[in-house]
């Protein structure tokens, strides 16, 4: 799995819970991203608004699925309700898939995990 590989590039040095994502847009193309803590835990990043980033700067719009993980933990890391709300913006099919170990993968529409998400 792409984003168990991606967190490995995870900068967690205060709550060594490391987080990969990736970001599969509508062109074929994959975009990872890692959590990056810092010590004024409010500029922090997720992982999946990293790899959210990298795709919207490279002009990506459209995305079918995110897969998110984290590896070592036994918490299901579904995104955080600041990175539904950021993905929401483009849009809410978007299929997200996470679980603790590929035995137990679970997947979601971001419409299911962010009912009546805020859009313009």
Do not use: H
């Not at 709300?85 to 035995?103: H, K, N, P, S």
């Amino acid at each position: 799995m792409v984003a168990v590989g991606a967190a490995e590039g995870a900068y967690a040095p205060y709550s060594g819970y490391r987080v990969g994502a990736a970001l599969l847009a509508a062109n074929g193309k994959v975009y990872t991203g890692a959590n990056v803590e810092n010590s004024s835990y409010g500029a922090a990043i997720c992982a999946e608004r990293t790899a959210a980033v990298k795709a919207v700067t490279d002009g990506q719009r459209e995305f079918v699925s995110l897969a998110v993980a984290a590896p070592g933990s036994t918490a299901i890391a579904w995104p955080c309700g600041i990175c539904r709300q950021f993905l929401f913006e483009f849009g809410g099919g978007l299929r997200v898939i996470t679980g603790a170990g590929a035995d137990s993968l679970e997947a979601l529409t971001l419409n299911e995990l962010l009912a009546n998400g805020f859009r313009l």
